[in-house]
Protein backbone atom coordinates (compact mmCIF):
# COMPACT_ATOMS: atom_id res chain seq x y z
CA UNK A 1 0.00 0.00 0.00
CA UNK A 2 0.93 3.90 0.19
CA UNK A 3 3.41 4.82 2.30
CA UNK A 4 2.54 8.20 2.45
CA UNK A 5 -0.02 9.53 4.11
CA UNK A 6 -2.27 12.41 3.58
CA UNK A 7 -5.18 14.46 5.42
CA UNK A 8 -7.58 16.04 5.20
CA UNK A 9 -9.22 14.23 2.50
CA UNK A 10 -11.55 17.31 1.54
CA UNK A 11 -11.89 20.45 2.60
CA UNK A 12 -14.05 23.52 1.63
CA UNK A 13 -13.08 27.00 2.02
CA UNK A 14 -14.64 30.01 1.88
CA UNK A 15 -12.53 31.96 -0.56
CA UNK A 16 -10.28 34.16 1.01
CA UNK A 17 -9.14 31.73 3.52
CA UNK A 18 -6.17 29.61 4.07
CA UNK A 19 -5.88 26.19 3.09
CA UNK A 20 -3.24 23.19 4.25
CA UNK A 21 -2.94 20.11 3.46
CA UNK A 22 -0.11 17.47 5.48
CA UNK A 23 1.74 14.37 4.17
CA UNK A 24 3.34 12.03 6.57
CA UNK A 25 5.54 9.06 6.32
CA UNK A 26 6.85 6.35 8.72
CA UNK A 27 10.27 6.71 6.96
CA UNK A 28 12.50 9.46 6.17
CA UNK A 29 11.80 10.40 2.84
CA UNK A 30 15.05 11.58 0.24
CA UNK A 31 12.40 14.09 -1.37
CA UNK A 32 8.94 14.93 -1.62
CA UNK A 33 7.16 16.06 -4.55
CA UNK A 34 3.67 18.44 -4.48
CA UNK A 35 1.42 17.74 -7.48
CA UNK A 36 -1.87 19.17 -8.80
CA UNK A 37 -5.08 17.64 -10.34
CA UNK A 38 -8.12 19.60 -11.70
CA UNK A 39 -11.13 18.55 -11.99
CA UNK A 40 -10.67 16.02 -14.95
CA UNK A 41 -7.28 17.00 -15.49
CA UNK A 42 -3.86 15.14 -14.75
CA UNK A 43 -1.25 15.60 -12.37
CA UNK A 44 0.70 18.93 -13.00
CA UNK A 45 3.99 19.03 -10.63
CA UNK A 46 4.53 21.79 -8.64
CA UNK A 47 7.34 21.74 -6.53
CA UNK A 48 9.88 18.95 -5.18
CA UNK A 49 11.34 19.46 -1.36
CA UNK A 50 14.91 17.80 -0.75
CA UNK A 51 16.34 19.75 2.17
CA UNK A 52 15.38 19.21 5.60
CA UNK A 53 13.21 22.35 7.28
CA UNK A 54 13.26 23.28 3.40
CA UNK A 55 10.31 26.11 2.70
CA UNK A 56 9.67 27.22 -1.23
CA UNK A 57 7.04 29.52 -2.05
CA UNK A 58 5.28 30.17 -5.23
CA UNK A 59 3.03 33.24 -4.64
CA UNK A 60 0.18 32.06 -2.31
CA UNK A 61 1.69 28.77 -1.82
CA UNK A 62 4.11 27.71 0.71
CA UNK A 63 5.54 24.24 1.09
CA UNK A 64 7.39 23.10 3.70
CA UNK A 65 9.44 20.08 4.50
CA UNK A 66 9.84 18.70 8.08
CA UNK A 67 13.18 18.53 9.94
CA UNK A 68 13.60 14.97 10.19
CA UNK A 69 12.07 14.86 6.41
CA UNK A 70 8.80 12.38 7.34
CA UNK A 71 6.51 14.86 6.97
CA UNK A 72 5.61 18.08 4.44
CA UNK A 73 2.86 20.39 3.86
CA UNK A 74 1.34 22.88 1.59
CA UNK A 75 -0.14 25.87 2.96
CA UNK A 76 -2.28 28.25 0.28
CA UNK A 77 -2.78 31.72 1.49
CA UNK A 78 -6.61 33.82 0.69
CA UNK A 79 -7.94 30.61 -1.62
CA UNK A 80 -9.21 31.52 -5.07
CA UNK A 81 -11.44 29.29 -6.94
CA UNK A 82 -8.72 28.82 -9.51
CA UNK A 83 -6.99 26.67 -6.36
CA UNK A 84 -9.82 24.13 -7.14
CA UNK A 85 -8.11 20.87 -7.43
CA UNK A 86 -6.95 17.76 -5.45
CA UNK A 87 -3.64 18.13 -3.93
CA UNK A 88 -1.34 15.02 -3.95
CA UNK A 89 1.96 14.58 -2.21
CA UNK A 90 4.42 11.96 -3.64
CA UNK A 91 7.11 10.22 -2.51
CA UNK A 92 9.68 7.36 -3.25
CA UNK A 93 9.14 4.38 -1.83
CA UNK A 94 11.90 1.62 -2.27
CA UNK A 95 13.11 1.59 -5.83
CA UNK A 96 9.92 3.60 -6.75
CA UNK A 97 10.43 6.72 -7.09
CA UNK A 98 6.72 8.23 -7.03
CA UNK A 99 3.90 7.25 -5.09
CA UNK A 100 0.98 9.29 -4.37
CA UNK A 101 -0.99 10.06 -1.21
CA UNK A 102 -4.37 10.02 -1.17
CA UNK A 103 -4.70 13.89 -2.13
CA UNK A 104 -6.84 16.16 -0.31
CA UNK A 105 -9.37 17.60 -2.20
CA UNK A 106 -10.14 21.51 -2.20
CA UNK A 107 -13.27 23.02 -2.93
CA UNK A 108 -13.70 26.92 -2.94
CA UNK A 109 -16.99 28.75 -1.86
CA UNK A 110 -17.14 32.14 -3.88
CA UNK B 1 7.44 21.65 -19.29
CA UNK B 2 7.74 19.16 -21.62
CA UNK B 3 5.19 17.07 -23.09
CA UNK B 4 4.15 14.02 -22.50
CA UNK B 5 1.15 12.66 -25.31
CA UNK B 6 -1.52 9.80 -23.80
CA UNK B 7 -4.07 8.07 -26.47
CA UNK B 8 -6.19 7.55 -26.93
CA UNK B 9 -8.18 10.07 -24.30
CA UNK B 10 -11.54 7.54 -24.44
CA UNK B 11 -12.52 4.37 -25.31
CA UNK B 12 -14.69 2.12 -24.78
CA UNK B 13 -14.41 -1.64 -25.61
CA UNK B 14 -16.82 -5.02 -24.74
CA UNK B 15 -15.93 -7.12 -22.47
CA UNK B 16 -12.89 -10.30 -23.36
CA UNK B 17 -11.21 -7.77 -25.86
CA UNK B 18 -7.93 -5.71 -25.29
CA UNK B 19 -6.95 -2.38 -25.51
CA UNK B 20 -3.65 -0.75 -26.44
CA UNK B 21 -2.71 2.75 -24.77
CA UNK B 22 -0.20 4.80 -25.84
CA UNK B 23 2.12 7.33 -23.81
CA UNK B 24 4.88 9.04 -25.64
CA UNK B 25 7.20 11.54 -24.94
CA UNK B 26 6.91 14.56 -27.18
CA UNK B 27 10.00 16.43 -27.01
CA UNK B 28 12.43 15.02 -24.31
CA UNK B 29 13.81 11.08 -23.88
CA UNK B 30 11.87 9.22 -21.20
CA UNK B 31 14.15 6.30 -19.69
CA UNK B 32 11.21 5.67 -17.18
CA UNK B 33 7.56 5.48 -17.06
CA UNK B 34 5.02 4.93 -14.83
CA UNK B 35 1.71 3.83 -15.42
CA UNK B 36 -0.79 4.39 -13.10
CA UNK B 37 -4.59 4.04 -12.60
CA UNK B 38 -7.27 6.27 -10.85
CA UNK B 39 -10.37 5.34 -9.47
CA UNK B 40 -12.98 7.83 -9.30
CA UNK B 41 -12.43 10.38 -6.51
CA UNK B 42 -9.36 8.46 -5.42
CA UNK B 43 -5.58 8.60 -5.86
CA UNK B 44 -3.05 7.74 -8.25
CA UNK B 45 -2.28 3.91 -7.96
CA UNK B 46 1.12 2.67 -9.11
CA UNK B 47 0.64 0.15 -11.81
CA UNK B 48 4.11 -0.47 -13.03
CA UNK B 49 7.50 1.26 -13.83
CA UNK B 50 8.86 0.59 -16.93
CA UNK B 51 12.00 1.33 -18.11
CA UNK B 52 13.02 1.22 -21.88
CA UNK B 53 14.76 -1.91 -23.17
CA UNK B 54 14.15 -3.86 -20.31
CA UNK B 55 11.19 -5.39 -18.35
CA UNK B 56 8.63 -3.25 -16.13
CA UNK B 57 8.27 -3.62 -12.51
CA UNK B 58 4.94 -4.32 -11.37
CA UNK B 59 3.26 -3.26 -7.83
CA UNK B 60 1.79 -6.24 -6.03
CA UNK B 61 -1.43 -7.27 -6.85
CA UNK B 62 -0.85 -6.16 -10.67
CA UNK B 63 -1.20 -8.83 -13.31
CA UNK B 64 1.53 -8.91 -15.42
CA UNK B 65 -0.34 -11.00 -18.39
CA UNK B 66 -3.17 -8.83 -18.20
CA UNK B 67 -1.51 -5.37 -18.13
CA UNK B 68 1.03 -5.42 -20.57
CA UNK B 69 3.85 -3.13 -20.79
CA UNK B 70 6.05 -2.34 -23.65
CA UNK B 71 8.69 0.55 -23.65
CA UNK B 72 10.74 -0.28 -26.60
CA UNK B 73 11.90 3.17 -27.29
CA UNK B 74 12.88 6.38 -25.30
CA UNK B 75 9.55 7.85 -26.03
CA UNK B 76 7.55 5.16 -26.62
CA UNK B 77 5.25 2.87 -24.13
CA UNK B 78 2.20 1.18 -24.63
CA UNK B 79 -0.04 -0.90 -22.23
CA UNK B 80 -1.88 -3.12 -23.30
CA UNK B 81 -5.19 -4.64 -21.05
CA UNK B 82 -5.95 -7.82 -22.33
CA UNK B 83 -9.48 -9.65 -21.62
CA UNK B 84 -11.05 -6.54 -19.98
CA UNK B 85 -13.82 -6.58 -18.02
CA UNK B 86 -15.92 -3.84 -16.74
CA UNK B 87 -14.10 -4.04 -13.14
CA UNK B 88 -11.18 -2.75 -15.51
CA UNK B 89 -12.98 0.31 -15.99
CA UNK B 90 -11.04 3.48 -14.98
CA UNK B 91 -8.42 5.83 -15.48
CA UNK B 92 -5.59 5.35 -16.39
CA UNK B 93 -2.20 7.98 -16.58
CA UNK B 94 1.03 8.08 -17.86
CA UNK B 95 4.07 9.54 -16.50
CA UNK B 96 7.17 10.01 -17.82
CA UNK B 97 10.81 11.28 -16.36
CA UNK B 98 12.94 13.13 -18.69
CA UNK B 99 16.76 11.42 -18.91
CA UNK B 100 18.41 14.17 -17.34
CA UNK B 101 15.84 16.41 -15.34
CA UNK B 102 14.95 13.32 -13.39
CA UNK B 103 13.34 14.60 -10.43
CA UNK B 104 10.30 15.86 -12.25
CA UNK B 105 7.38 13.47 -13.49
CA UNK B 106 5.29 14.50 -16.62
CA UNK B 107 1.58 13.10 -17.05
CA UNK B 108 -0.45 12.30 -19.73
CA UNK B 109 -3.66 13.57 -19.97
CA UNK B 110 -4.84 10.03 -19.10
CA UNK B 111 -7.50 7.22 -20.74
CA UNK B 112 -10.84 7.10 -19.46
CA UNK B 113 -11.43 3.04 -20.06
CA UNK B 114 -14.92 1.56 -20.01
CA UNK B 115 -15.30 -1.81 -20.36
CA UNK B 116 -19.00 -2.81 -20.96
Known amino acids: GQQVMQIPQYQHVQEGEDFTTYCNSS?????IQWYKQRPGGHPVFLIQLVKSGEVKKQKRLTFQFGEAKKNSSLHITATQTTDVGTYFC??????????FGKGTRLSVIA | GAVVSQHPSRVICKSGTSVKIECRSL??????MFWYRQFPKQSLMLMATSNEGSKATYEQGVEKDKFLINHASLTLSTLTVTSAHPEDSSFYIC????????????FGQGTRLTVV
Open chain 2, 95 to 106: SARERFLAHEAF
Open chain 1, 90 to 99: AGPRGNTPLV
Open chain 2, 27 to 32: DFQATT
Open chain 1, 27 to 31: TTLSN
